[in-house]
């Protein structure tokens, strides 16, 4: 297993630095490619949808294809720039019309792995990428906080609790964690079972040759996210791997309402599937 197809979505009003330079980082580290697919509204979509009261005020049709193919400028000199300063000859750019959702899943559902930024409450569209790549393309998503520092595999801390979920999320990140300068794993092994489950997880590691060590989760709050996030950085963790959990309650029991606190908290790369 490898990955050689590293998907970055981009889309107008959203700051995406964080995402190509995650990607940069990784396809320098895992010998990938970067395909970089910026996705515009559909000018007639958009004006059919808006209020005739804004309507009146000028937002039509002419308005939204200007203002989008503006933005679509700029992202592309922002993209040549980044691909000449990071050297990146195997970065390639393509443009498309129409739902962010339906590109997401399309393009997302052949590629290694997707790159995406923080959701932000304020722009609809985040978050419409943050639910397309995570439940709908069957593929590891890494999600960047508003600014970099350093290299994500640098110390991958994994998030364990023997659910189908991180799981699959570890399977997705395994060429990162073949790459990475340290592993180690959070889990609150409170009971025997719990306790298999963590020394499961390395052993199963070491078969691929990954050598993981579990740390001392960070005080003893109930407040499970506020412990993850306390380790991740008292461990100088680089990146987080964790799955992505429903609402279900049985699922939550553990790490499931650890994630929303984890993605608005974090200040490192996550790494989540569902």
Excluded at 61 to 73: D, M, P, R, W
Excluded at 87 to 105: C, K, N, P
Aim: no cysteine; glycine share 6%; net charge negative.
């Amino acid at each position: 297993m490898s990955i050689r197809d590293i998907f970055v979505p981009l889309a107008p009003a959203i700051d995406f630095d964080p995402q190509l330079d995650a990607a940069a980082r990784l396809a320098s580290r895992l010998n990938a490619q970067v395909n970089v697919v910026f996705t515009r509204p559909d000018a007639v979509m958009t004006a059919a949808n808006v209020p005739e009261m804004l309507a009146a005020a000028g937002v039509v049709v002419e308005v939204v294809e200007h203002e989008s193919k503006l933005a679509e400028t700029s992202a592309i000199i922002q993209f040549e720039e980044w691909r000449a300063a990071n050297s990146l000859v195997g970065a390639t750019w393509h443009e498309r019309i129409g739902s962010i959702t339906e590109a997401i899943i399309e393009v997302g559902r052949v590629s290694d792995l997707i790159v995406i930024g923080r959701s932000d409450p304020y722009e609809v569209v985040t978050e419409e990428m943050f639910t397309a790549a995570i439940y709908s393309t069957g593929r590891p998503t890494m999600i960047v906080p508003d600014r970099l520092v350093g290299d994500p595999l640098d110390h991958i801390l994994i998030a364990w609790n023997g659910s189908l979920e991180a799981a699959r999320a570890i399977a997705g990140a395994m060429p990162m964690l073949e790459a990475a300068g340290r592993v180690s794993i959070f889990t609150v092994p409170e009971n025997p079972k719990a306790l298999y489950h963590h020394l499961g997880l390395i052993d199963y590691l070491k078969h691929h040759d990954v050598h993981a060590e579990w740390v001392e989760p960070s005080f003893g709050s109930s407040d499970l996210g506020l412990r993850l996030m306390k380790t991740a950085a008292n461990e100088k963790a680089s990146m987080i791997v964790m799955g992505a959990y429903t609402h279900h309650r049985v699922r939550e029991a553990f790490l499931g309402g650890v994630t929303q606190h984890v993605l608005k908290h974090t200040d490192i790369p996550i790494l989540m599937m569902h």
